[in-house]
Nanobody, 127 residues
Framework: QVQLVESGGGLVQAGDSLTLSCAAS????????MGWFRQAPGKEREFVAA????????NFADSVKDRFTISRDNAKNLVFLQMNSLKPEDTAVYYC????????????????????WGQGTQVTVSS
């Protein structure tokens, strides 16, 4: 089992930056890709970004590409989402997710690929 706890959400203005963190605990040796998803009110959960265990592969949704960066610290079992140039449409609950199998360079975008999820952290971007 893997437990995930997100932090760093909050209320910001359009154009601001924010960094989300996710701390993993439990069977952290089994963690392969780590990802971020988000869900806005009335919408389905959508993929944001993912990073492979090797750090060599990253994957981003088109809507956040060139604005968001994903990174991870395998020694500390942390994954980060650096969000720049935030827009009101980025408002959502952001979820951290990990997969406990897969290749070292695997960074999938489908939510069904991930077996463990955090509780989420709210990000609100005002215009």
């Amino acid at each position: 089992q893997v437990q995930l706890v997100e932090s760093g959400g909050g209320l910001v203005q359009a154009g601001d930056s924010l960094t989300l963190s996710c701390a993993a605990s439990g069977r952290t040796d089994s963690i392969y890709p780590m990802g971020w998803f988000r869900q806005a009110p009335g919408k389905e959960r959508e993929f944001v970004a993912a990073i492979s265990r090797s750090l060599r592969s990253t994957n981003f949704a088109d809507s956040v590409k060139d604005r968001f960066t994903i990174s991870r610290d395998n020694a500390k079992n942390l994954v980060f989402l650096q969000m720049n140039s935030l827009k009101p449409e980025d408002t959502a609950v952001y979820y951290c997710a990990v997969r406990s199998s897969g290749g070292n360079n695997y960074a999938p975008s489908r939510s069904s690929e991930y077996g463990y999820w955090g509780q989420g952290t709210q990000v609100t971007v005002s215009s």
